[in-house]
């Protein structure tokens, strides 16, 4: 099992709001890697071979005042690999789920990852469809319209995108996160919870219900890869992984 983990020791003193644990799941082939390597790295992964098991990255970005690290699972599509990484959607706060427009299989497929997803994963888990592959157009075995409809019918997000291209490669995330925090707003999702998928990344900014309301007014898509902030006296050590 590979853990490409690409933030340094520096990642200890690292501050920020919000920890969520996102899980990428999907068919074989469909563009996992490349996705998440597109929006960690702004570049497309170039020879993408399948993954074995789970491999693990972070990208902390920011929504409105927000600071949030994501914790990046990118789970193998591999059948043979299905009990190992099923025991990485536990407590997922987030599911990115793929599948290739040229591929009417891995989109046939949708239900059972979604049913296994929302199994295991976390009590609010949102789910966001990805179309991957959307430059490929001449080849699309699966329209718009017909995802659009399953998407609905099951109560998840929907978008296509290209992670060779890169074109709407952020979205996902940020939406995926977006929604996760208007959950802990509403007071539908508590980070306190175990098995919540998320967790707080300084004690001080335990006020999400009184003093400090969440604030989403401007979206930040910018590159904040791997964002490190050397912010000694703010640094809790002990802060729960989700
Ligand atoms: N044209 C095009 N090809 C892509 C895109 N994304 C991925 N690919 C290609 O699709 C193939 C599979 O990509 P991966 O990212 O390794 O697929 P995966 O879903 O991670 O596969 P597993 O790890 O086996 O589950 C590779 O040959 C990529 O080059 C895309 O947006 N457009
Ligand atoms: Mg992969």
Redesign the pocket.
């Known amino acids: 099992m590979a853990f490409n983990v690409d933030d340094d020791a520096t990642e200890l003193l690292e501050t920020y709001d919000f920890l969520m644990k996102f899980i990428i799941i999907?068919?074989?082939?469909?563009?996992?890697?490349?996705?998440l390597h597109q929006f960690t790295h702004n570049s497309f992964?170039d020879h993408?071979?399948?993954?074995i098991g789970v491999e693990f990255s972070s990208r902390t970005l920011k929504l409105g005042e927000k600071k949030i690290k994501l914790q990046l699972w990118?789970?193998?599509?591999?059948e043979r690999f299905r009990s190992v990484t099923r025991s990485y959607y536990r407590g997922a706060a987030g599911a990115i789920l793929?599948y290739d427009i040229t591929s009417r299989e891995s989109f046939a497929n949708l239900s059972r990852w979604l049913t296994d997803a929302r199994a295991l994963g976390s009590a609010s888990l949102v789910v966001i469809l990805v179309g991957?592959?959307?430059?490929?157009e001449e080849e699309r075995e699966v329209e718009w319209s017909e995802a659009s409809k399953w998407a609905a019918d099951n109560d998840v997000h929907f978008l296509e995108?290209?992670?060779?291209?890169g074109d709407n490669v952020e979205a996902p995330f940020l939406l995926a996160a977006r929604s996760v925090l208007l959950a802990i707003e509403a007071g539908a999702l508590d980070p306190e919870k175990a098995g919540s998928g998320v967790s707080y990344g300084d004690r001080a900014l335990r006020r999400v219900n009184s003093s400090s309301r969440l604030s989403f007014g401007s979206l930040s898509g910018g590159r904040q890869k791997n964002t490190v902030k050397l912010k000694m006296k703010k640094w809790m050590p002990g802060s729960r992984c989700c």
């Open positions: 999907g068919e074989a082939g469909t563009g996992k890697s490349c996705l992964k993408s071979q399948h993954t990118d789970t193998a599509g591999q793929v991957n592959k959307s430059d490929r995108a290209s992670s060779l291209s």
